[in-house]
């Protein structure tokens, strides 16, 4: 989790070092991590089942030490590329067997409060992550973080393996879905290819491209129909029969997509435009940890006292005010204008998935719970991906629109008396300044406003999309968790809870 942060704050000093390649390319590096994240998943647990929990563990991370020791040598992109989803997909192996080897150290009695601490802990690296991986960045180099975990991966794989070392498991030889596996890799894979090449290569004018949209729309029906078919799916479609399940991953995927992309957009976009250094531009989001690590922490209680639906409807409510809050910004000096806004957020990304989660889970039972804890998961983490890759959309189609519109208005070229540009140039000028200078610096001033308003929109845009949320949330069923509920029920929902509250 920690390392999911700390590599958005580093992408500047990547995309410098590595070909000198422009930031949307190494935007890959993120978006194949999650996509392989994802992946990972559903194949630890059934590694777990044939293998043990804590071996698959240490080989997991043994091959993250190799993964991030591949990606610190790296000199050209696709070798990083390939060093970040080997990186993923190892470490979405330990997201079940993380959370299962924790309970299976505690006693009955205490499972509640180690799920309660798991919960709380999942948050905390991903919002320093920014600000630290930004440290090292400026003072130390990328790379450098990339050695370190190297170091804290073998550290962690020896001392489990010391640890754990002859303990025994129950073996359980379930069928994998290797079939559906594949097609899932392809969907997924393909998509995000779609998304991630789509501006530098122009869609579908790239031939490369057509082919890859071929292949996701053929292999997407046959993916559906395989998965109805299996008897032990890679992902139980047949999970989205439950209405509160649908509407449900439908508020989690998008929400999720969102608020990873608009992060991203912003701690980037504070390097580059603004000319925030990368551990200035983390401590921009770490007002986020000050109120969302205690709103998590209260939420599971909270939604034993009232209806999901409510709780969420708050929660996209507030979401939609904070983002249209942030889009606001037009200050590229002031960092007081960035932080309220922040720390208002992290209120809403704590209470954002509880609410969610009892909604999605409430009308499942048994091994439902946790099958579609896992699929949920699954589709957010790869959401995730998708929506950094969007929001990189967004603000590719709006900086030329406003740049042009910011020449017109200013320029003397809509409104005659109105030519802030020509005024300014002149002052320019009176100052020493020669044309070529002026009107570069003008250039410049212009880009950057228009790359500010064209952040503001990708917010505002977000905005109007949680107030659709907000509707949409009121078509589930009611669900509130029992107040009672028996031991084994809470440790399963509270598993589940989190689970799908993991941020990748």
Sequence with gaps: MFNTASYVVLLPHVA????????????????????????????????????????????????????????????????????????????????????????????????????????????????????????????????????????????????????????????????????????????????????????????????????????????????????????????????????????????????????????????????????YSSFLAGMALLPIILLGAPVMAVMHELSKRADARLLACLNFLGFALTLYWIGLYDDPGSFDQIFWPMLLEGLFLGSFFTPLTVLTLHRLSGTQVMRAAELASILRIAAGAFGITYQEVVLFRRVPFHQLHLANHFGGRQFASLDVLGEFSSKLASAGLDAGMVRGKLLALTKQHAAILAMSDAFLLASYLFLGLAALIWLAAPAQLPSHPSQKKEVLEMRAEAFMEEVP
């Design 16 to 275: 410098g070092d590595i070909e000198g390649l422009l930031p949307s390319f190494l935007t890959w590096g993120q978006t194949y991590f999650m996509i392989a994240l994802a992946l990972g998943v559903p194949v630890g647990r059934i590694l777990a089942g044939r293998f043990g929990n804590y071996r698959v563990f240490i080989f997991a991370f043994a091959v993250y030490a190799v993964a991030s020791y591949i990606g610190a040598i790296s000199q050209i992109h696709f070798e990083f590329v390939g060093a970040r989803i080997l990186q993923g997909f190892s470490g979405g192996l330990t997201i079940f067997l993380g959370q299962d080897m924790l309970l299976s150290e505690y006693p009955n009695r205490l499972k509640s409060l180690g799920l309660a601490a798991w919960g709380l802990l999942t948050i905390t690296p991903f919002t320093i992550g920014f600000p630290v991986g930004g440290w090292i960045a400026d003072e130390l180099g990328w790379r450098e973080l990339f050695y370190l975990d190297v170091v804290f991966s073998l550290i962690v794989a020896g001392f489990m393996g010391s640890l754990l070392y002859g303990r025994g498991f129950q073996y359980q030889r379930t069928r994998f879905d290797f079939v559906g596996f594949l097609l899932l890799a392809l969907i997924l894979g393909g998509t995000q290819t779609l998304l991630n090449m789509g501006n530098d290569f122009d869609w579908l004018d790239s031939l490369f491209l057509r082919g890859v949209l071929i292949v996701v729309v053929v292999v997407l029906p046959c993916f559906i129909i395989w998965e109805f078919a299996e008897r032990h799916p890679i992902l139980d479609l047949r999970l989205f029969a439950d209405r509160n399940f649908t509407i449900g991953v439908i508020c989690l995927v998008l929400g999720f997509a969102s608020i990873q992309g608009l992060l991203t957009l912003l701690i980037v976009q504070f390097q580059l435009l603004m000319g």
